[in-house]
């Protein structure tokens, strides 16, 4: 008698033995992220390439931080005697608790981890800032930029500087060896995209009069 015909592999493992190429793509990106990302992490440490420059992009984490913007957002409300003031830094406040809340959802249903070469030193975290995507600092970054140029009155040198800050706000969380790049530029379109949600549901003393009383 002959061998007995071996026997079909189940097809979970020919799924495996025969990825799609949509897999194939995410893995090849996945894995050019993470390089690209630790060639760059040239602040992630005091003895990396730019070593010497951690102080300054830790300044310029600080003023992407969320709570400085809470905080400043909240005193000028509380200070702010003009109507039409009070109605702008509401709405900001409202969308930086609106930021604060989507991007800890979605890191915590990710759940990307850190990248390995990040110094866990950073400024008042919680326990959603062990994850990495997406970044909190770009998506409010990209935010605040916007809400800035469509409601202050701003010369051009001083729009061009808003912008700048905005984006080296996110290009630090990857010097410095926060996140991936992914998490950054998904941060920024994240940012760039929430501002439109704020606009769409803008509180004003018709919409919202009994938050507009408190004031």
Known sequence: PGS???APLPEEDCMKLNPSFLGIALSSLLAIDLW?????????GEGSAWGSARPLMKVIEVS????????????????SDSSAAREVLLNLLFALLLDLVLVAVVKGIVKRRRPTHNKMDMF??????????????????ALVCRFVLHHLVLAVPLRVLVVLWALIVG?????????NVTDVLFGLLLGYA??????????????????????
Do not use: N
């Open 64 to 79: 992407g931080h969320g709570i400085p913007w809470l905080l400043g957002t909240f005193y000028g409300l509380c200070q």
């Open 36 to 44: 690209a990302s630790k060639r760059l992490g040239v602040c992630a």
């Open 124 to 141: 008042v975290t919680i326990s959603v800032d062990k994850y990495s995507f997406p970044s909190g600092h770009a998506t409010r970054a």
């Open 171 to 179: 290009v630090s969380r990857v010097m410095l060896g926060r996140h």
């Open 194 to 215: 929430l501002y439109s949600v704020v606009e769409y549901c803008w509180l004003s003393p018709l919409s919202a009069p009994a938050l507009f009383a408190l004031w």
């Open 4 to 6: 007995p015909a071996a």
